[in-house]
């Protein structure tokens, strides 16, 4: 499978809002509403945000958002904290238990 | 609390094996579907293998396939991962991480496997 395509960098002030898309094909994002957010600081394991598109694990804070049209899956960062600065990543599964990730985004708190 | 700890990464020629282990505690690792996912240096992050919670079904990434094996030991809360004829597009961070609600809610630090 090919890996989802995500920007490389997405940046934004605190307070402000950022959104991040994940591009894939039929065969993963739009085939199935099983799209996950993953945040990662430097030299941290991923830590799950979003699972089945928009549903946020019980901790993670109401400014992360999910949604999904198409092929396409966004990650909204609303209120966007310093802490906010991470890598991010978007994984979908892929059919016959096979999962892709993005490429990975790195946000910017300016 | 829910903990994973990878162990048995290290620097391995190329064609070597090398078997890479995870503990599982604070939860019922016999529920649950399990996942190996790695990091290659400065890049993103790779799906590698998963495993049913019976060990009855495995699934693998085309690259490694016939090459890897994930395995459990449910009575261990254990699970591993068999790399043989490893290369150096093997190298990364390799990661355990439990499943549910198909995605990964729970990972562990990760264990360095580097070949070279």
């Not at chain 1, 030299?43 to 928009?54: N, R, T």
């Given at each position: 499978?090919?890996?989802l395509t995500q920007p490389p960098s997405a940046?934004?002030?605190?307070?402000?809002?950022?959104?991040?898309?994940?591009?894939?094909?039929?065969?993963?994002?739009?085939?199935?509403?099983?799209?996950?957010?993953?945040?990662?600081?430097?030299?941290?394991?991923?830590?799950?945000?979003?699972?089945?598109?928009?549903?946020?694990?019980?901790?993670?804070?109401?400014?992360?958002?999910?949604?999904?049209?198409?092929?396409?899956?966004?990650?909204?960062?609303?209120?966007?904290?310093?802490?906010?600065?991470?890598?991010?990543?978007?994984?979908?599964?892929?059919?016959?238990?096979?999962?892709?990730f993005g490429t990975g985004t790195k946000v910017?708190?300016? | 609390?829910?903990?994973?700890?990878?162990?048995?990464?290290?620097?391995?020629?190329?064609?070597?094996?090398?078997?890479?282990?995870?503990?599982?505690?604070?939860?019922?690792?016999?529920?649950?579907?399990?996942?190996?996912?790695?990091?290659?240096?400065?890049?993103?992050?790779?799906?590698?293998?998963?495993?049913?919670?019976?060990?009855?079904?495995?699934?693998?990434?085309?690259?490694?396939?016939?090459?890897?094996?994930?395995?459990?030991?449910?009575?261990?809360?254990?699970?591993?991962?068999?790399?043989?004829?490893?290369?150096?597009?093997?190298?990364?961070?390799?990661?355990?991480?439990?499943?549910?609600?198909?995605?990964?809610?729970?990972?562990?630090?990760?264990?360095?496997?580097?070949?070279?």
């Amino acid at each position: 499978q090919s890996a989802l395509t995500q920007p490389p960098s997405a940046s934004g002030s605190p307070g402000q809002s950022v959104t991040i898309s994940c591009t894939g094909t039929s065969s993963d994002v739009g085939g199935y509403n099983y799209v996950s957010w993953y945040q990662q600081r430097p030299g941290k394991a991923p830590k799950l945000m979003i699972y089945e598109v928009s549903k946020r694990p019980s901790g993670v804070p109401d400014r992360f958002s999910g949604s999904k049209f198409g092929n396409t899956a966004s990650l909204t960062v609303s209120g966007l904290q310093a802490e906010d600065e991470a890598d991010y990543y978007c994984s979908s599964y892929a059919g016959s238990n096979a999962y892709v990730f993005g490429t990975g985004t790195k946000v910017t708190v300016l | 609390e829910v903990q994973l700890v990878e162990s048995g990464g290290g620097l391995v020629q190329p064609g070597g094996s090398l078997r890479l282990s995870c503990a599982a505690s604070g939860f019922t690792f016999s529920n649950y579907w399990m996942t190996w996912v790695r990091q290659a240096p400065g890049k993103g992050l790779e799906w590698v293998a998963s495993i049913k919670q019976s060990e009855s079904d495995k699934y693998y990434e085309d690259s490694v396939k016939g090459r890897f094996t994930i395995s459990r030991d449910n009575a261990k809360n254990s699970l591993y991962l068999q790399m043989n004829s490893l290369s150096a597009e093997d190298t990364a961070v390799y990661y355990c991480a439990r499943r549910q609600n198909v995605a990964c809610d729970s990972w562990g630090q990760g264990t360095l496997v580097t070949v070279s």
